[in-house]
Each structure stands twice: as structure tokens, then as C-alpha cells.
């Protein structure tokens, strides 16, 4: 039979060139691979790619819940008309390496279930840990999956800690907001994937501060002296000065610098501690009002519900965080699987639904809460949004600028 | 004396020992030391150097290597100019405050131990009987718990909804909380509680070693209490104290984690400031550097405090 | 005997005791607590401990943390004593700058010694991390703590003993084995269990030299406190308690803590 143009094995001949070409691989590294890890795991990036191309692509609202073909039955072909291909089955491991208390309740559970593939799920206890560990090898100190701040994102692609994302592998990426899905950190999302973003307001208890706060000015009110605290993170803090005094909290500027920590300085001996844990140092009393993370602030209602929350109008941080696939991973395929399962439009609102923070997902938003979503403090309008402030990445020279004044600062 | 070449046996013949309660005459320690003796004494502690100068020495002098670099563009180690730029930058007059605060915290934290370690292991001594082994493993029983579980204790009992407070203002002694966590006060009874065992074990075998005979002899002598403990048990245990001193004070001094759990806004050790600069500001040169400072202070004072009192205490 | 000095003395141990034994007791209580944050006693129940046991993260972490903990108490106890017994015995040449380099661990800031490790090993050996990396770290950190006590008890102890035994037949290995090593012994054991504690406790060291699914119990700790504690972290810590409170009963009615001639704390010879 004559070879048409749709002909199943035309397709995977053309998308396994594609393959080979995106990767620049050879056909003889890719038989070494085969051998290595079986044609399943090999091929399953071009099985996938002849599935994308073979079906109608599907709607944004519709999206498909699952990786191609990972889901299906061991047994069963993904589609009956393709040729014979080996169902892709991939690794049997997951290393992923996230903050504490930040993903749903069962998420790691109901992956692993689904798939079949076991998770190793290290925390780290800030984010400066997190950095140090991924790049203490260059390629991510073992790990298969991360989640680093939008800021890292230009430097760890250049330094080659980060894989490059397979898109065929996570077709939920349609799931993502239009403004998403090619943002400034990394243009067309090619190595990271957008998970949570947030705003960094401050939050306080009113039964201690009947007050109705709304700027900045707040945080140096004498009145809560020793129970008042700011985030133990350099580059928000010198933020709150800048808005306060009207600059950018890019700045690298020597004398805007110099200006932001002399307000910093005379707001030292008012504050009792700069915090990892706003949550628990609110909710436990020790701070009756504390700088603090959108999301955090959701936590905190938890247990003590009339804490209020607020984004001052002068300015503030909009921030975001990635997960991302190391360069040096072992489980390359199943990495990617956690990703797509992530923007997973049920996962997506599970996720957030947990633990308060709005993700990048426009198909989650119908299933995330509405006290979550209807809640201007924690999904801001597109109004306030403009008004936001991204941190950026700030290179060597110019992040050395900040820690000289913040190591003064803290001394 | 034809002794084989063997360490047990080649080291019957000692150099010195200078242990507050066995001094050798001096023609005994004028013996000369054969050369097997020395040999047998290099093997026995070969296999400890050679472990150290692998895992200890080596990754040191990368880092003091690292310490002489700087970063380039691109955020990365380079020795293109190497340099001590970093140990000038590292003297900063801002860093005092810090250094001042790891100083008088790891001081009184010091003092607190051995005034408070003294008396117990005393009591132990004296009064223990046939069970001072199992009173003493008592006082280590809470070191066996994990010291970071310990030190979350304590903010449990000291915060202001804590257990203190809450019992403070049902006696009614207090209406609205005191702060306690996140000063000095925390951070010093954080670390005395943490260092207090380290203090206890080597005053415990000081105090046990020596005689009490001599304390009633003095006694019998018409001295007071005071007088014998004095001028007879304070100069005998002395070595115990200095021990009990350096073992509590060397490591107070880098202690990173009881002040960053227990201290707040004010109580900021040299410590964080060196941990900031390695992960805050990614600075591995410079944050090697006044580790490096520090360290030599450290070793400085200490190896002052040991050559004064070399006999009483190591030998 | 001044009895009032006494009395007073025994109530200030007592208190003592008291201070030490407080933040256990609070950890233990605690442990019940039902809320998830534990900062305010919400109620009594005891559900944080089978899901304790299910927590898979916990428990592999105390696992790792003990097999840690034994590989450094064995390395650092052989290494430390011998490199103890050789100093305090012999006087040569490299004697001082020994001495010394067992010093330097103890003065080294920990996060010099944890970062330089992490590069040593990353660099050097490309590895990201492991049981074994955190293990080799313990016995560095540890061998000079055993090494300063094994020291202490060897240099006061009268040589003449063991050229005595060597007078009356011994051999020279005899000599070791029946004089040297159980005049030592109680420091040895002293050092081991120093060892122990230190390893495991250790926090910072350890923290750049954990792998994929090879951390400590402390670091897992230090999250969890640094993000807001669950009790099943108090329910781990009552546990080790337990644990070593039982171990610890066991051994006394073994009588393994009787001060008697020939056991644990020994005389030494009189004065000269």
C-alpha cells in the first residue's frame, strides 16, 4: 500500500525527525536510548507529538485532563488508527523539590496513584537553600523538579541548570491565561511553567490594631513596637521602602539604595523580627501585624479568621514562582508529567483551593473557591494587577548593592 | 626492656602527663622517648590525620581558595584576580554589632553554664551515691532529643500566648503578655539550656576526680566552709571549669540556629550575617571570607586561653 | 556536713532538673494538641501518631539520621581514640600542629564546614548528596570531640600501670587490651556518646550535604518549624524519648551505672 500523506508511519517518521532535530540528537543516540530505557520512554515525546498532530486540537475549556496516552490502559493504543506504538510508560521515579506546605492535600498522593510513579518530595526551608542545592552541581543537585522564583529563571537558563520543557509532553499548557503563556522571565514558557502568583501586602490582627490600615506608613507605626514584623527577604523589604518613598524596587541606583535603607534603619528598633513564617507568627499573637504573601494571608484566616489583609495603593510586589525540570534529571518524562498534571484544571483548583494562591490556569478557575477567586486581596482585577510591581532579576553586581545595605541593615 | 615494636607496648614509656593529680618527677620525664615509642605514637594517630586532612583540610583550603576569588558577570566563582579584597570587605564597621552580639551572648551563655553546671555537678558528685553515673545520664537524657525540638520548646513556653505567659497572667502577676521570645533574654536562655550538658560532663569529672579528704582536712584545720571551697575545691576543679569554659564558649560563638529560632530583629549573630552572605547574596568569596575571620578569632583566642593553661587541660 | 548548705543544694539541682526537663515535658503535651499549628492548646487527641507512622517522609529521615548517627559513632570513636591515645602517650615532633588540627573542626564555623564539603564533593566527585557524604561529614565533625576526652583520660593515667602489668609478664598487647583500654574505656564510651548526640543533632553541616530522599531528622525539622510545625513532630521527639528513657531504665537494672571499684568512674592514683 502506497504511503499517503496522513499515513501513520509518514507521521511518525516526520514528528521523530522533528524530534531529533528539536533535540539535536542523532538516530544513532536515539538507538543507544532505546536500548537504554526501552522505546517506550524514548519514543513516548514522538508518540505524543503523532498524537497532537493526528487529533483535532481541543479547546482551551476542554482540556484534557491527562498526558497523552499515560493514562491510557496499558493495553490500549491511544488512538486505533495509528500504527503500532509502544504506550508511553515513564519513569518510575520522581524527584521533586518544593517549599513546605505548598501544594494540595493529596496531590503527591493522587499522582502517584494515577501513574504509578513514585515521588520523592524534599522540602527546603527558604528559597536561598533551594538555590544553593539546585545549583551546587550546576544541574540541579539531583533533583528532577523544582519550583524557583520567577527572578531566578533568566540565570538558571543560562547557566544550563534548566531542561528545556517538551511540549508535547504538557498539553495542559493551554489551560494557561493568555498572559501567561509567554512571560518576560521566559519567553513562550520554554523552560519553566508559570505555578502560583501572589501579592505582598501586610496583614493584621484587628483585634489588637482596630485601625483601618491602607498604606505602607503602618509599618512604622511606634504603637506596635516590638510586635510588628517584615519578611525576612531582602529584595521585598527594600520593596516596601521603595514604594514608600516612591522608587523602584529595581533600583540600582546607589542613592535611591542609601535613601531606602535609612527608613529601614529607623524602622529596625520598632520591629520584633524579620519572618519566614508570617503565618505562624501572626497566628500564634507575636505579631499583631506583620508585611506579608497573599497566600499566606489565606493560611492565617484559617486559624485566625478576622485577620485582615491589605495591598497598599502606592505600590506593591506582584510576584510569581515556576516549576521547572533540572538539566540533570533522572526522570526527565515523568517530570514533565507532574508539570502537566499540575496545570491540570481539577489539580490547578485543588492546588489553590489548599493553599490560597491564585494560579496561572484560566480552565481552574471555575472549580477554585469563590471566596478565593471573588476575593480581591487574593485575585486582584486587572486594574490593580497594572498597578503591581514585578521584582526582577537582578545580576551579581547589582544584587551586591542590596546585600551590602541589607547586611548592614541587619547586623 | 626489650620491648616489641608494638604501640600498646612502646607506649608504656611516657613523655609527660601533667593531669592536675599525676605529675611525673622530672627525671621520669626526662626519659628519653625511643624511637619506637615515637613511631608506635605516629601509627596510632595516623589513621585519624590522615582522615581529617582528607575530609576536613582539603575541603578547607578549597574554600579558603574560594575566599581569595570574587564572582564574575554571570554570578559564578572566578580566581581571574584573586586577592584578600574579600577579608578587607569583611572588616566592616557595620558587621560590629553582630560580632559584639555573638561575643556577649556566647559570654554570659558561658558563664550561666558553668555558674549553674557547677553546683549539679557537685551535688551529683557528693550526693549522688551509688547512682551518680545514672544522674548524670539524666542531665544528658534531654541532649539526646533533638536540640532543634528542644529550642521549639522554648518558643512554645515563651511566647506570648505561651505557656509562661498564660501562666503568669493566671496568677494574675501580669495582665497583658510580657515578650519574652525574640530578645536577649530568649536567645541567652536558649543557648544556656543547649551548651549546659556540654558544661557539666567535663566539671562532673573534674569534681569526681578530686579528693574530698582534702576539703575535710581543711576543714579539720579550722577553715570555713567558704575557705576550703575556696582555696582548696575551686583551685583542684579549676581545670574542669576551663574545660567546661572552651567546650561551651567555642561553639556558642558560631551557634547559627538557637538565635535565628529564639532571637529576633535585634539579636542578629555574626553567624546569619555569614549565612545571609552565602545564600541571600549568593556571595560564596565574601561569606568564605568573614567565616574565615571568624574562625581565626576563634582559633586565636583559644589556642591564648589553651598555651596559659596547656597542662591543666589537654594533657 | 553543713546541713543547710545542703538543703539548698539539693533544691537547686532539683530545680535544675526541673529547667531541663521542662521544654520535654511541654514537647510532650503538645504532642496531643489538636490543632495543626501548635501554638494554643486546642484539645486533646491522639490521631498525630499513626499519622506519624504514615508519613513516609518523617520516618526515612529518622531512619537515615540513625544509620548516620551509628556509622559516625563507630568511625569517629576508632578514629578519634587512637588519634587520642597517640597524643597523650607520645611526645614528637608534629605533636603540637596535631594538636591543632584537632582543634580547628571545633572552631570552624559550621556552614564553612558544610559548604566546604558540599564543593568538595560536587566538584570534585560530581556527587549530589547522599546517606554516605552525610555520614564521612559526622565523623569529621566528631572525631576531635572524641578525641579531646579519650586525650584527657589518657595523659592522667599513670603509665607506671601498664609497665607494671608488662613487669609481671604481660605482653605488650596483653598490657593494651587488660590496662590500657579499660583505664580509657569510660572516656571512649564518654566520646561515643558525645559523638552520638552531636550527629544526631547536627543541623547546618548536614544541611548542604543532603541528597534526593537522604535527609536528617533535623532538617526536616527546621522546615517544618520554619513554616509551622505539626505535631507530628512532637510525636517523633516524645517517641525518642520514650525510646531512650526505656533503653536507659533497661540498662539500670542491669546495674550498668553502679560506682563500684572497676566500673565507670574509676580512682585514679593518688597524687604524687
Not at chain 1, 504511503?3 to 522533528?18: C, H, K, N, S, W
Not at chain 2, 555537678?121 to 551518680?132: D, H, L, N, T, V
Not at chain 3, 491522639?46 to 559516625?72: E, H, R
Request: some cysteine; aromatic content about 10%.
Amino acid at each position: 500500500m502506497t504511503p499517503g500523506p496522513q499515513d501513520p508511519q509518514i507521521v511518525f517518521e516526520r514528528e521523530l525527525e522533528r524530534y531529533l532535530t528539536d533535540q539535536r540528537m542523532t538516530r544513532r543516540q536515539m538507538l543507544a536510548r532505546v536500548a537504554a530505557v526501552g522505546a517506550a520512554v524514548a519514543l513516548a515525546p514522538v508518540v505524543a507529538a503523532c498524537n497532537a498532530a493526528g487529533v483535532t486540537s481541543p479547546s482551551p475549556s476542554a482540556a484534557s485532563p491527562s498526558a497523552p496516552g499515560a493514562s491510557a490502559p496499558p493495553s490500549a493504543t491511544p488512538s486505533p488508527s495509528r500504527s503500532p506504538t509502544p504506550v508511553p510508560s515513564p519513569e518510575s521515579e520522581l524527584f521533586i523539590y518544593n517549599w513546605d506546605a505548598y501544594i494540595g492535600d493529596h496531590t503527591v498522593a493522587d499522582f502517584q496513584s494515577k501513574y504509578g510513579i513514585r515521588v520523592k518530595y524534599d522540602k527546603f526551608p527558604d528559597a536561598d537553600t533551594q538555590m544553593t542545592k539546585l545549583r551546587s552541581d550546576g544541574k540541579g543537585g539531583g533533583y528532577d523538579v523544582s519550583y524557583p522564583a520567577s527572578t531566578e529563571i533568566p540565570a538558571l537558563i543560562t547557566d544550563g541548570v534548566l531542561l528545556a520543557l517538551d511540549p508535547g509532553l504538557i498539553p495542559n499548557a493551554a489551560n494557561l491565561r493568555p498572559e501567561w503563556t509567554s512571560p518576560g522571565y521566559d519567553p513562550g514558557n520554554k523552560y519553566s511553567m508559570p505555578n502560583y502568583w501572589w501579592t505582598t501586602g501586610f496583614a493584621w490582627d484587628p483585634g489588637r490594631i482596630p485601625d483601618d490600615l491602607t498604606s505602607w506608613d503602618a509599618l512604622w507605626d511606634i504603637r506596635w513596637k516590638s510586635h510588628m514584623g517584615m519578611l525576612d527577604d531582602q529584595r521585598e523589604v527594600f520593596a516596601v521602602a521603595g514604594f514608600r518613598l516612591g522608587l523602584s524596587p529595581n533600583t540600582t541606583s546607589e542613592t535611591d539604595l542609601d535613601a531606602m535603607l535609612a527608613i529601614l534603619k529607623e524602622q529596625k528598633p520598632l520591629l520584633r523580627k524579620y519572618t519566614d513564617d508570617d503565618i505562624g507568627d501572626v497566628t500564634s499573637g507575636d505579631l499583631w501585624i506583620s508585611h506579608a504573601w497573599s497566600g499566606d494571608w489565606y493560611q492565617m484566616i484559617a486559624d485566625k479568621p478576622k485577620t485582615k489583609y491589605v495591598v497598599p495603593a502606592t505600590g506593591a510586589v506582584r510576584g510569581n514562582d515556576t516549576m521547572v525540570v533540572l538539566s540533570g534529571a533522572k526522570h526527565p518524562i515523568a517530570a514533565q508529567l507532574w508539570i502537566n498534571y499540575n496545570l491540570d484544571a481539577q489539580v490547578s483548583a485543588n492546588n489553590t483551593n489548599y493553599i490560597g494562591y491564585m494560579g496561572p490556569n484560566a480552565a481552574a478557575e471555575a472549580l477554585i473557591d469563590p471566596a478565593i477567586t471573588g476575593d480581591q486581596r487574593l485575585n486582584p482585577p486587572q486594574s490593580i494587577l497594572d498597578k503591581l510591581v514585578e521584582l526582577l532579576y537582578l545580576p551579581p553586581a547589582d544584587l551586591d548593592k542590596y546585600t551590602k545595605r541589607w547586611t548592614e541593615l541587619r547586623a | 626492656m626489650a620491648a616489641p615494636p608494638t604501640p600498646a607496648g612502646a607506649a608504656g614509656v611516657n613523655g609527660t602527663a601533667g593531669a592536675a593529680g599525676t605529675t611525673l618527677s622530672p627525671a621520669v620525664a626526662a626519659i628519653r622517648v625511643p624511637f619506637v615509642n615515637r613511631l608506635a605514637g605516629i601509627v596510632l594517630i595516623l589513621p585519624g590525620v590522615l582522615w581529617l586532612a582528607l575530609f576536613f583540610l582539603a575541603p578547607l583550603v578549597i574554600i579558603l581558595v574560594v575566599s581569595l576569588g570574587t564572582r564574575d558577570a554571570g554570578g559564578h566563582i572566578t580566581l581571574a584576580n584573586p586577592g584578600v579584597q574579600n577579608y578587607i570587605q569583611a572588616t566592616r564597621p557595620e558587621y560590629l554589632p553582630a560580632f559584639a552580639n555573638s561575643l556577649r551572648y556566647a559570654g554570659i551563655t558561658t558563664i550561666l553554664s558553668i555558674l549553674i553546671g557547677y553546683p549539679i555537678a557537685y551535688w551529683i558528685s557528693r550526693f549522688g551515691g551509688r547512682q551518680k553515673i545514672l544522674l548524670l545520664i539524666l542531665v544528658m537524657l534531654p541532649f539526646w532529643t533533638s536540640y532543634l525540638i528542644r529550642t521549639y520548646a522554648w518558643m512554645i513556653i515563651l511566647r506570648d500566648n505561651g505557656v509562661l505567659n498564660s501562666i503568669l497572667q493566671a496568677v494574675g502577676l501580669t495582665n497583658d503578655p510580657i515578650v519574652f521570645l525574640n530578645t536577649d533574654f530568649s536567645v541567652i536562655l536558649g543557648m544556656t539550656y543547649g551548651f549546659l550538658p556540654f558544661a557539666i560532663l567535663p566539671l562532673f569529672v573534674s569534681i569526681d576526680r578530686m579528693d574530698h579528704h582534702l576539703v575535710e582536712a581543711a576543714r579539720d584545720l579550722f577553715a570555713s566552709g567558704r575557705a576550703a571551697f575556696l582555696h582548696v575545691t575551686l583551685p583542684l576543679t579549676m581545670p574542669g571549669i576551663i574545660a567546661a569554659a572552651l567546650l561551651t564558649f567555642i561553639p556558642a560563638i558560631g551557634d547559627y540556629v538557637t538565635p535565628d529560632l529564639l532571637g529576633g530583629a535585634q539579636t542578629t549573630t555574626i553567624a546569619k550575617i555569614v549565612q545571609v552572605l552565602f545564600t541571600s547574596g549568593r556571595d560564596w568569596p565574601y561569606g568564605s571570607a568573614l567565616g574565615f575571620l571568624l574562625m581565626v578569632v576563634t582559633l586565636a583566642g583559644t589556642l591564648l586561653a589553651l598555651r596559659t593553661l596547656r597542662r591543666e587541660v589537654l594533657a | 556536713m553543713n546541713r543547710g548548705g545542703n538543703r539548698w543544694l539539693t533544691a537547686f539541682a532539683l530545680l535544675i532538673y526541673a529547667f531541663l526537663f521542662a521544654p520535654i515535658v511541654v514537647l510532650i503535651v503538645f504532642s496531643f494538641n489538636i490543632s495543626r499549628r501548635n501554638f494554643v492548646w486546642l484539645g486533646f487527641t491522639t490521631d498525630w501518631y499513626p499519622k506519624l507512622f504514615a508519613n513516609q517522609s518523617l520516618t526515612d529521615a529518622l531512619g537515615v539520621t540513625l544509620q548516620v548517627a551509628a556509622i559516625a559513632v563507630v568511625g569517629s570513636t576508632i578514629l578519634g581514640s587512637l588519634l587520642g591515645l597517640g597524643l597523650a602517650r607520645l611526645k614528637f615532633r608534629g605533636s603540637g600542629a596535631t594538636e591543632t588540627l584537632i582543634l580547628l573542626p571545633m572552631v570552624t564555623p559550621e556552614i564553612i564546614m558544610g559548604i566546604s564539603l558540599l564543593i568538595f564533593f560536587a566538584q570534585l566527585f560530581g556527587q549530589n548528596g547522599s546517606l554516605g557524604q552525610i555520614a564521612i561529614a559526622h565523623v569529621t565533625f566528631c572525631i576531635s570531640y572524641v578525641a579531646v576526652t579519650v586525650r584527657a583520660r589518657a595523659a592522667g593515667m599513670d603509665p607506671r600501670l601498664e609497665e607494671a602489668a608488662r613487669d609481671l609478664g604481660a605482653s605488650a598487647r596483653g598490657a593494651f587490651w587488660h590496662v590500657t583500654l579499660p583505664l580509657i574505656a569510660p572516656a571512649v564510651a564518654a566520646g561515643a556518646m558525645l559523638a552520638f548526640a552531636l550527629s544526631f543533632d547536627d543541623l547546618v553541616i548536614t544541611s548542604f550535604n543532603t541528597g534526593v530522599g537522604s535527609t536528617t531528622l533535623p532538617v526536616e525539622i527546621y522546615s517544618a518549624i520554619k513554616l509551622g510545625v505539626s505535631p507530628q513532630i512532637n510525636a517523633i521527639s516524645t517517641i525518642i524519648v520514650a525510646v531512650v528513657s526505656i533503653a536507659l531504665l533497661i540498662a539500670w537494672r542491669l546495674g550498668a551505672f553502679r560506682t563500684e571499684r572497676g566500673s565507670m568512674v574509676v580512682e585514679d592514683a593518688p597524687p604524687a
